[in-house]
């Protein structure tokens, strides 16, 4: 499975997902967004205004909800 994180520079709730992705050795890409274009298309995709959001393969999880991701990567 692939994992990408798209997360934004100085989020703590970032932090904690990509140290629970560590933790658990999950391989992982990190797109830091760093455009307003790039946000609205995420808060587009997703409808909400949030990070970190992940995308496992077609799945996409916005913040972290660690059970919904244990899952996810099990």
């Known amino acids: 499975m692939k994992i990408k994180l798209y997360s934004i520079d100085d989020s703590p709730k970032c932090l904690v997902v990509k140290n629970?992705?560590?933790?658990?050795?999950?391989d992982f890409e990190e797109v830091v967004v760093e455009t307003n274009d790039f946000k609205v298309k995420l808060e587009n995709l997703t409808?909400?205004?949030e990070f970190?959001?992940?995308?496992?393969d077609e799945k996409l999880i916005v913040?972290?909800?660690?059970?919904?991701?244990?899952?996810?990567?099990s």
Request: hydrophobic content about 40%.
């Open 20 to 26: 629970y992705l560590r933790a658990q050795n999950v």
């Open 47 to 49: 409808g909400k205004k």
């Open 52 to 56: 970190p959001i992940i995308k496992a």
């Open 63 to 73: 913040g972290f909800k660690q059970e919904e991701l244990r899952h996810v990567i």
